[in-house]
């Protein structure tokens, strides 16, 4: 900024500052050609036309049916309503819906908030009923499983319900037809609930349809959510063109108001007054259909007419701009079946083209990295150029890396731009990427703003306002008005997720356009620090309560005419200058400072008034500076939590321990680089670090949130309590931790590198007793893109006493009494009981138990018992009789768990049950003999019972291996012949002596397969026909495994077949995956 500075000495200025510091809703019943020098091309580049569409803010049908009821439990406005209006479909066609559904549609709506919506039935009476059903198509989709359903049943008019249906799983695709049995509820009068819980923007959705209720009557509730006939106005819209022009050039309105919905509107009537700063264009309105006429009187455009059923009536008129700046106009339209209607169009009309450039000779200075490249695009992949040949654009012969994030930077001097109150960047793009995940986003920043994004997100894609124009070529704008004055850097960010690739995003025409400052004008900057010998440079702070700061206060005359009088209030510190007199040229500055000391948060905003005496010459200046108070948030015993609802604590520090990724703790308050909502446990805000928000070109990063030091003396026992939320990407990508400080080292205390969804976290610090400067930390590390961790509510539990237990575990064979021993021998077969016997050898009560059982699992869990220091009680004495029947000798593990608060101990013991068995001995374990057909011989076995219990025995023949054959020598040999002919079938030996055939054909021609199975006894020289195969196959062949013959399949046939060759039967099994043959 080039301009004489003069310091203004004033008397100090020391000023103390003390601050004092559900929604219910029911139904009833074209292209210019460039010439002469960039400030021409410019001005003619604004003149060109666009259709800048302002969507409709009203008019829609009614959210449920009449007798319906829909409820906002989360006070978002997310509410069920008709899929015919919200745009998503009918999603339970494949399951019995049909027309509208009824919907709570995520994707329907463009509320980023937290879903709670109920939908109640109208009274159902089934006090005539005998039996009662409820039916209905279904379709709920959970997109990021923090989603839930659930369907309730009222007999009292909803003061309480019954779940009937409770899910958090996707239905299947299509969904679900459900079928409730309401036969308990028969007698009364009941309600149906239909409940859609989701904690972001990000869930899916519920869709529900047809729901009919019926008794052994017939039907008593039938619902198909058509919407009632109602017109619909909702895609109405207004157009202003051009977007952007200089004063004295024209605009145009094109007003169309479109009827979508089943009935014609009745006394429709539209009102469009004439914007300030234009004047109506004589004898430019007209309308298709309807009256429309300009009222000279009144300034305005008036319009009536009815619209049928798919019909629009389109009003255009004309005005032509007087002066510089923004102009909005808006048409009111409204109709005796529903309110008002409000549709809007702006444009901005500008004094100045201060650069333009349309890429066709360079490249405008802009320099882009990665996938950015200035010339001429190749088409279909690329668009050709918005005008002429050249742009700038992602990959301009090919669909872009979607694993590369690129950036196109563009630096200008706005230095001789201070004091206009307007200033924008214009451009034209064409946009076509993956919507859901490939971000477009402009950021700026100079000397005194950070880099801050101006339009688009950093997360989710394109915003819906992007969307709304892929694929076309459209006029972009934003406002660096804040930039006036300085160097500012603009960078264009093409950020992919890394799968799907697209066309990519272009950018041609680049414009600035500014409003001159008035020929009177002054330009205040109200700064805020905390060095009062200084001005600051930033107009926001963060401190603790009770710290002085120095409010500066800078005035520029940006005007050309000399200003000598000036007077400066402010909305908090009163009146700080009145009269006084300096002597203010145009171009100079000066600046004042005063000091205030502040206990909460402060905004205040400061007025220089600037003018001659008379008074003339007056102008005015105003600015406003903001002064976060963030308590300090002290961890100390037993005391409040801290929590982050006003940010990050002012004793608390974040540590970024990478290379500077920018990815650190911050809250969930800070949208900008935390993209999701408190997930914890806790309430408010959370701290929050989000590796996800930063997209796919996230850096490597490891940041930490470091608690105040803490005292961990006077007490015996410490706990620190966290609610936490941790969302990990894969193992080894990320990960979280928590580390405890003692004065000289971190130790870590606890690693996830895996999900934990909402959960409260108790450490014991017990180890740590006696440090006087603990301090706890929560360490986000990873290597890029991951996802996030979360916690809130940190607190620290301490105790004076100490939690100590010891575990007697006793079995035996009287349920009334706790036995005396933990060995014991019985029988097999035994039931035996067991006692647990803890006592408490601590020095405070011990109040809520757990007792588990290596073998018999949980005892119980969560048993209040107040078991004060030097008791005892056990299991016999509470009522308990635990006992088990043992059959073999049995060793098993108890373990108690005793709590005080979040304090536990835990003892362990063992007891042990022998068993007598039986022990069988015999003097041989095989039989091997060789005996000829018709002999016989004794075989002489003794048994004896070696054991400590009777044996029961018996014996058993078991199957031994037939080793009988027929030696014919080495000739060869004739045998018996088969029952009939075979050819084609199988041929099969078992290894004992049989050989099967199997199928085959018998026919001259060989062409029909039998089922037949023949088997040969080679001991015998015999044929026997077994039990035929289930089907007549040829062409086979097959295996023997055990005592199975496996034929898998035949020729034209993919069925395995089973011979069991004990029992002579068949069986069939899973078909061979369609082989045959």
């Known amino acids: ?9 004033l008397l100090a200025l020391v000023l103390a500052l003390s601050l004092l510091t559900a929604s219910l809703v029911f139904a009833g019943p074209d292209q210019a050609e460039s010439s002469g020098n960039a400030a021409e091309q410019g001005k003619e580049q604004a003149e060109k036309e666009s259709d800048v569409q302002a969507p409709a803010s009203g008019g829609a049908i009614e959210a449920v049916p009449a007798g319906w009821a829909t409820i906002d439990n989360a006070g978002s406005g997310n509410l069920w309503r008709f899929s015919d209006e919200i745009g998503d479909g009918n999603q339970t066609t494949a399951n019995g819906g049909t027309g509208s559904s009824i919907a709570a549609d995520v994707p329907g709506t463009t509320n980023s908030t937290a879903w709670d919506t109920e ?67 028969v007698g009364s009068s009941v309600i149906l609930r239909w409940r859609f819980q989701a904690s972001a923007s990000t869930m899916w959705f519920w869709h529900v349809d047809n729901v009919t209720v019926s008794d052994n009557t017939g039907t008593l509730l039938f619902e198909d959510f058509s919407p009632p006939p109602a017109p619909d106005l909702s895609t109405s819209s207004k157009s202003a063109t051009p977007a952007n022009l200089f004063v004295g050039d024209n605009i145009s309105y094109t007003i169309i108001i479109s009827n979508s919905g089943n009935l014609t509107t009745s006394m429709t009537m539209m009102t469009d007054t004439i914007p300030a700063g234009t004047t109506y264009v004589s004898g430019s309105v007209t309308c298709s259909l309807g009256s429309c006429a300009y009222n000279a009187g009144g300034d305005y455009i008036s319009w009536s007419g009815d619209i049928g059923i798919n019909q629009q009536a389109v009003i255009d008129f004309a005005v032509m701009s007087t002066q510089a700046g923004p102009v909005t106009n808006n048409a009111d339209v409204s109709d005796s079946t529903f309110g008002p209607l409000m549709l809007s169009a702006s444009s901005s009309v500008w004094d100045t083209v201060n650069f333009f450039t349309d890429f066709e000779a360079d490249n405008g200075g802009l320099i882009g990295d990665n996938e950015w490249e200035w ?36 630096t200008v001097d706005l230095s001789g731009l201070a004091g206009s109150p307007a200033v924008s960047l214009n451009w034209w793009e064409w946009f076509m990427v993956e919507n859901c995940c490939d971000e477009l986003f402009v950021r700026g920043s100079s000397a005194s703003v950070p880099s801050t994004v101006l339009y688009g997100s950093t997360t989710g ?73 200084a001005c600051a440079t930033s107009n926001s702070i963060v401190v603790g309560p009770n710290t002085d700061v120095t409010y500066c206060y800078e005035i520029l005359n940006t005007g050309a005419v000399t200003l000598t009088l000036h007077d400066l209030s402010d909305t908090e510190l009163g009146s700080i200058l009145s009269g006084f007199a300096y002597t203010l040229t145009p171009g100079a500055s000066v600046w004042l400072t005063t000091t205030a000391n502040l206990t909460q948060t402060t905004v205040n905003t400061a007025t220089w008034t600037a003018y001659n005496a008379g008074p003339t010459d007056v102008a005015m200046s105003m600015d406003t500076a903001m002064v976060t108070v963030i308590p300090p948030a002290p961890l100390v015993c037993n005391g409040p939590a801290a929590t982050f609802d006003a940010g990050i604590p002012i004793d608390w520090t974040v540590v970024d321990d990478s290379a ?13 680089n935390c993209g999701i909502a408190n997930l914890t446990n806790g309430s408010g805000e959370a701290a929050c670090a989000d590796s996800d928000n930063a997209g796919a070109s996230a850096p490597a990063y490891d940041t930490s949130l470091v608690s105040s030091p803490f005292d961990l003396t006077g007490y015996s026992l410490y706990g620190l309590n966290v609610a936490a939320y941790y969302r990990d990407l894969g193992a080894g990508n990320d990960l979280f931790q928590i580390d405890v400080w003692d004065g000289s080292t971190w130790t870590n205390e606890l690693t996830w590198d895996e999900n934990h969804q909402p959960g409260d976290i108790f450490l014991d610090l017990s180890a740590y007793a006696g440090t006087t400067d603990a ?5 986000y590390a990873g290597d890029g893109y991951d996802w996030y961790a979360q916690v809130d509510d940190v607190s620290l539990s301490c105790l004076p006493g100490t939690v100590d237990i010891s575990l007697t575990k006793t079995v035996g064979t009287d349920p009334a009494t706790c036995a005396t021993d933990d060995t014991i021998i019985v029988s097999g077969g035994t039931e035996v009981y067991y006692c647990y016997e803890v006592t408490n050898n601590g020095t405070i009560t011990a109040t809520v138990h757990d007792l588990d059982d290596d073998r018999l699992g949980n005892i119980f869990s969560g048993v209040a018992y107040d078991l004060a220091p030097g008791a005892s009680i056990d299991t016999v004495a509470l009522g308990l009789t635990i006992n088990a029947t043992i059959n073999t000798t049995t060793t098993n593990t108890a373990t108690w768990t005793a709590y005080n608060g979040l304090f536990s101990a835990i003892a362990t013991d063992t007891a042990t049950v022998n068993v007598r068995q039986p022990i069988a001995q015999l003097d041989t374990t095989s039989i091997d003999e060789t005996i000829s057909t018709g002999e016989m011989t004794d075989v002489i ?19 031994g291996t037939r080793q009988l054959g027929r030696d014919i020598g080495t000739a060869w040999e004739t045998m018996a012949p088969m029952p009939s002919a075979r050819v084609f079938g199988a041929v099969i030996a078992d290894g004992s002596g049989y050989v099967y055939v199997i199928g085959g054909t018998s026919d001259a021609g060989a062409l029909t397969p039998t089922d037949t199975v023949f088997r040969y006894d080679t001991a015998t020289n015999t044929w026997a026909t077994m039990a035929a195969m289930p089907a007549a196959l040829d062409s086979i062949d097959g295996i023997v495994i055990k005592d199975k013959i496996y034929i898998p399949g035949g020729d034209l046939d993919n069925n395995t077949y089973v011979y069991d060759i004990a029992t002579d039967s068949w069986s069939t099994i899973a078909t061979n995956n369609g082989f045959t043959g």
């Open 660 to 672: 500077g990724g920018g990815i650190l703790w911050t809250t969930t308050a800070d949208t900008v």
């Open 775 to 779: 301090q706890v930390r929560f360490r």
């Open 941 to 959: 076995i003794t048994l004896d019972n070696v054991g400590n219990d009777p044996l029961t025995w018996s014996v058993v023949e078991e199957g």
């Open 375 to 410: 010339g001429m695009p190749t088409p279909p992949t690329s668009p050709v150029a918005y005008s002429g040949s050249n742009l700038w654009g992602t990959d301009l012969d090919n669909d872009y890396d979607a694993s590369t994030t690129s950036v196109l930077t563009f």
């Open 461 to 533: 894609g394109p915003t819906p306002d992007q969307e709304a124009h892929e694929g076309v070529w459209f006029n972009a704008g934003i406002d660096i008005t804040q930039f006036a004055g300085e160097l500012a850097t603009f960078t264009f960010h093409m950020q992919p997720d890394g799968s799907v690739h697209d066309a990519g995003w272009y950018i041609d025409d680049l414009a600035i356009y500014s409003v001159n400052p008035p020929p009177v004008s002054v330009l205040l900057n109200k700064t805020v620090g905390t060095d009062p010998s």
């Open 119 to 185: 939908l109640w039935s109208p009274a159902i009476d089934l006090s005539a009923s005998t039996a009662a059903t409820l039916t209905y198509a279904s379709q709920f989709q959970d997109f990021a499983a923090n989603g839930e359903i659930w369907l309730d049943i009222s007999t009292d008019g909803g003061a309480n319900w019954t779940n009937l249906r409770n899910q958090t799983v996707d239905d299947p695709t299509g969904g679900t037809f459900e079928i409730e049995d309401l036969t308990a509820y």
């Open 1 to 9: 900024m080039k301009h004489r500075r003069i310091f203004l000495v």
